[in-house]
């Protein structure tokens, strides 16, 4: 199977490069880039180390996943973070989830053997209160419903539709490929500290479009 590997960015310089070096060799086949207005020469420098990029995706996370969905070519699609917190060592183990015969690999910090260096008080409780709601609102039983490092099968994206703009993505993408029927395969992974900079999510602002997200019906 071929895998194409997505990475949403914006002023990430400081990062990527260290970021693309620690992706497996010979198991992604395609990485696509993706970034929203960068100034701070991330643009110039993925160019440079001669991976694919598509420039000025205005309008957030959300943009930018679903752009890198339609410009990609796999028939699995991975997401991963450029700060360096998602360790790309766990890719192999995402795509044994699909092997297995899960439609989805998905990754999680709550899971034993998982955990973060990088999570606050705040949004470490944030994100295990919004996995307990999706649990008990939505049915779809994922330990941790906002680690956004996981594997999708091409197909899924063949009958879901994607709307949301910004982080309010990482709720939509799961719960709408769980309405439609596949299936999720959990994996344990633990996130490191980001390589420089700092989260730019707001967990006030996002917290209540996930919140909202959550209790959408799908």
Not at 40 to 48: F, H, N, R
């Amino acid at each position: 199977m071929k895998v194409s590997l997505i990475i949403p960015t914006k002023n990430e310089a400081n990062s990527i490069e260290r970021t693309l070096a620690e992706v497996p060799k010979g198991v992604v086949d395609e990485i696509i880039i993706v970034d929203g207005n960068s100034t701070d020469g991330t643009v110039d420098l993925v160019k440079k180390l001669g991976y694919k990029v598509i420039e000025k995706i205005g309008g957030g996370y959300g943009t930018a996943v679903r752009t890198g969905i339609k410009q990609s070519t796999g028939d699995v699609l991975i997401f991963m973070d450029a700060d360096g917190s998602q360790n790309p060592k766990d890719i192999p183990r995402l795509l044994k989830k699909i092997e297995e015969g899960y439609d989805v690999g998905w990754g999680s910090r709550f899971l034993p053997g998982g955990g973060s260096a990088d999570n606050t008080l705040v949004r470490s409780f944030g994100n295990w209160f919004f996995s307990l709601l999706t649990r008990i609102t939505q049915g779809l039983k994922v330990a941790d419903i906002l680690y956004t490092f996981s594997a999708f099968k091409r197909e899924i994206f063949d009958k879901i539709k994607l709307e949301s703009p910004g982080f309010e993505l990482c709720i939509e993408l799961p719960l709408r490929a769980y309405k439609a029927g596949f299936k999720f395969g959990e994996v344990a992974c633990f996130e490191r500290k980001r390589f420089a900079d700092k989260t730019k999510v707001n967990d006030l602002m996002d917290g209540w479009k996930i919140l909202l997200a959550i209790l959408k019906k799908y």
